[in-house]
């Protein structure tokens, strides 16, 4: 719950991008993966895959083929169904290394195994159904078909449309990066994130926890940390509460920085994209500071001029201080920036499943306790000029939570103690309380 | 019991009572709207949540926990150096401009070039190494920007950094030129491998048009998003094509009409000048009445009587009231038939006789205004009737040869018929010392003011019978009485 992950496209234009490009990026899929833009694993599997149809026939077990179902025991030591995504060789001969998406759980949990983990007795193939799938007879029949598709979808993705997903999924299908080091933890990622080329064979990478510039080995980490002059994100503080700060990074100013965060959250957020550069956002890290100086915990990054009236673009909270209310505050805080500015505002769309989450806790947090204290009437309008939170905000949630009724042929909101409690116990706690007097900050200004 | 009805749409600016006991609420009536008015939300509300219920189940089993270590060698790594100044910290400029921060960090690659290069010995320290790298690329940049060649996203960016020049700027920091030289050639053979700049600052970003979700951070173009609605919605079709043909002929339309009614606004102009030329002409033919009254009477006389027309004696004053190149004679502008309309012409009869004025000019005696028919004394008669000239100077008519003497007379028929003779002129303050002639005279002694004092003269008046004697003998001097 703590968590928050935030997907969204960097402009409302790239979904048909992704449409129209979808077709043409399958036809180069190939190319591109002997082309070495994938890691040098996928280049094996490409040749592999033109054995495919060889091997078709023999129906041996192993090596397993991409697309293969079986069980496999996860780190609950529970046995769970997974698909394969891609597989590479290793050093001896038919060994191989899998890399599994566990069909119940989300994209990022997928992970490279190896053979042993694998449940053998419930592997059922579907390389050959595949196979007749692309030489064009309809084995199945429709239904079962929606059925495949249906559970293919994964949750968090509605959003998009089946071709811009599949090529979102063929893009990113296995993790690059599996761990990095930041400052004090080591953390494993759980998406992929286009890294330059350079970067594409490395299986950890360390950053330096201030300026976030990423490097491939621990000696290089610390040569860098010996000539590297921040303790803090290079940006104005513009809060402090405690040992937490804010840090407000202009992506013009710090380019680098800017690229080298957007890097790193990429690792955690599914749908974020790289597409453009950084120039045109503003980025916010909340830091907890201590004689070590200012570690970030997590960041939001918001359009310097949103037509859409968004107010946050890419919210991350870092593994490790997850479930501890910070997604929340960083919630809260894009939204006090927006009352300053006299706005009104909304994260962009699509929002994750745990950004959605986070979110509908937040605005049913702070729209149910401005209704239990309320007198008198009371207009969405007026709720939304409280809290900056846009007028659909306010009417989906209190729709979703049925507190908008009908009495007499007119809506009315119904505000009944013992319901509003309920409501705001299942929305969960508020998390770390954001104090509007200590926000020192005024609205950017183009110079 | 269930009625059928449309839930209102929910107006966000109407206030809503807030109801404090579900028991207010009309159940059954409630939950029907609630769930008709969520049917007419639902696009709002499937965007946000999908199928709540079911979504929220799977998902409390699914959200993950966050997988992460603690690094041992944390504590180490990191020094307690930090202190938190007081006050909010303002942030630095970039890094790239400010001080000697070496933002280039040595690959793996880098490393083990250097390892080997080093062979357990420190020649070469990392700092340095990396140091040289840094300047070298930034190096090779600003020769880049200076050559003017802009790097292209994909497109292979060449060293055009040469070793002599880069050991030039860098001379005073290395001290042994071998390792330079070592440096520059590993630095260049990385570059030919990566073929692209090093540091990852100076790389070109991809072009905007690229669609490959492997190239990331690309320029985005400023978006010129028209202000208007109406603007917005011009699409590239065959109705704009239309409209934007109206306007385009439209716009030819006024050009035209603009060309015209500037022809008409010079025509106009063009009138306005030769009004006032007219004017100003007129003006100063005020002066001209006189003499164009004269004019008139003598073109008259010349109709009417058969006497040759004597210019000699005739004065004029007028001509300089006129100075050379200013204002154009009337005659010329009159010349002019375009302009043939203005009735100042019309009125000004016999227009050959325009002409006329300037000869006049030309003989030009200022001391007396002159009479118009007088014939040139003839000694003879003189002598005959007894009129002798004076004595002192004596006047040989026609004799302009002779040496000049100081002093001559000469005569002329004066007002009344009266013979003068001149002996001064008044304008050149000279002797008349001209031929006896009369009409050469002015030649000589050309005039051009009229201000000047009347000239003295000397003055025989003979009234005698003899005048009247030659008057009566001769008709010129008849019509000369009679005029």
Known sequence: MGSVDVFARSNGGLAMDRLSTGSHFHANGDEQ????????????????????????????????????????????????????????????????????????????????????????????????EKADDKAGSLKMTRHQKRKIDETHVEEGHEDFDAASLREHEEFTKVKNISKIELGKYEIDTWYFSPFPPEYSNCDKLFFCEFCLNFLKRK????????????????????????????FEVDGRKNKIYGQNLCYLAKLFLDHKTLYYDVDFFLFYILCECDDRGCHMVGYFSKEKHSEEGYNLACILTLPPY?????????????YELSKKEMKVGTPERPLSDLGLLSYRGYWTRVLLDIIKKHRGNLSIKELSDMTAIKTEDVISTLQSLELIQYRKGQHVICADPKLLERHLKAAGKGGLEVDPTKLIWTPFKEQ | MSRPFRPRPLDIHKKLPIVKSVKDLDIDEAAAVSRASLHCNAIAYSEIEPVAPPTTKRKAGEIPTPQFLIVDSYERDYLRTFVQPSSYVRGRGARSETSEFVEYDLDNEDDDWLQQFNREKTILPHESFEWLVYKLELLDYKARERVGAIPLFGMPVHVLLQQEAAFEVLRSQVSRPAVFSAVFDYWKAKRAKWQKPVLRRLQPPPPVNDTNPFNVFRPREKVHRPHTRRMQ????????????????????????LLGMLQKREEKKRELLDIEANLQRTRIMLKHDTELDDELVMEENMIASTPLPRKSSGFLNGHLPMHPPGEVTPPCNDLDQGEYAKCTWRRRRAPFQARSRPLKRVTNVDSMEPGFLFVKPLDPEKLASAGIVPPLDPPCSNGTDDAPVPSYRLHGRIGRGGRIIFDRWNPLTRTPID???????????????????????????????????IATGNDDSLNNLRIS
């Not at chain 1, 077990?61 to 030591?77: F, I, K, Q, S, T």
């Not at chain 1, 940390?225 to 290079?234: I, L, Q």
């Not at chain 1, 809060?239 to 700060?245: A, H, M, V």
């Open chain 1, 33 to 128: 993966r002997t082309n070495g833009s994938l890691d040098a694993a996928s280049a094996v599997i490409a040749e592999l895959a033109q054995d495919t149809t060889l091997k078709r026939h023999k129906l041996t077990a192993l090596p397993l083929e991409v697309g293969a179902r079986v069980l496999c025991r996860w780190r609950d030591d529970k046995y769970h169904p997974v698909r394969v995504i891609e597989r590479r060789k290793l050093t001896g001969p038919d060994e191989y290394q899998y890399y599994v998406h566990y069909t119940e759980f989300n994209r990022r949990l997928d992970e490279w195994v190896k053979l042993d983990q694998l449940e053998m007795e419930s592997l059922e193939q579907e390389g050959e």
């Open chain 2, 434 to 468: 001209c031929s006896s002639n009369l009409s050469d005279l002015p030649r000589k002694a050309i005039t051009s003011t009229r201000s000047h004092p009347p000239p003295p003269r000397l003055c025989v008046e003979k009234k005698t019978s003899d005048a009247q």
């Open chain 1, 322 to 334: 997850q479930r501890k209310g910070y997604g929340k505050f960083l919630i809260s805080f894009s």
């Open chain 1, 219 to 246: 000696e290089q980490l610390t040569r860098h940390m010996r000539k590297c002059t921040y303790k803090h994100p290079p940006g104005d503080e513009i809060y402090r509460s405690g040992s937490l700060s804010m």
């Open chain 2, 233 to 256: 919605r011009r699409e590239n079709d065959v109705l704009s094509f239309e409209k934007l043909r109206q306007v385009r002929c439209n716009l030819e339309q006024s050009r035209t």
